[in-house]
């Protein structure tokens, strides 16, 4: 598992404090991108370096408590990797409570658009934060 913290900045949040869906979005997004380049395996170089991508084809998050502006969130991502895609699962805690929990879905993919397996440096990587 990889694990961050999010501050929810006082811009992340609505006019009674509590942080907006998309700014929840946004914490999540950079969490897979702060967590691939810890694997070496950053999103910018993928394309360049290695012709494949991992767009992002599905996410689902189920919302259990709000947090708000100055709340300190714990992102843990555990990846689960398969032969042609990646899942990201993530919990979300608040004061040792979950505020929300889901995934992100990833395809491996060619530039042409066609899915391709994951590459096994890279599945060894993401196995290294797998759930046993």
């Known amino acids: ?4 913290v999010w ?9 009674f404090g509590i942080a907006h869906y998309p700014r929840i979005v946004d914490a999540i997004h950079e969490t897979s991108d702060m967590f691939m380049q810890e694997l070496g395996w950053p999103y910018w170089e993928i394309v360049a370096e290695h012709g494949f991508g991992l767009p992002l084809v599905e996410m689902n998050f189920t919302f259990e408590s709000p947090v708000e502006a100055g709340d300190d969130v714990i992102l843990e991502l555990t990846p689960v990797p398969s032969d042609r895609s990646v899942r990201f699962d993530y919990v979300a805690r608040h004061e040792g409570e979950v505020a929300f929990s889901g995934f992100e879905q990833r395809v491996c993919v060619e530039r042409d658009g066609d899915t391709r397996e994951l590459p096994a440096d890279l599945r060894a990587a993401l196995a290294e934060y797998a759930e046993e």
């Open 7 to 15: 501050t929810v900045r006082f811009s992340d949040a609505d006019p």
């Open 1 to 4: 598992m990889y694990e961050r």
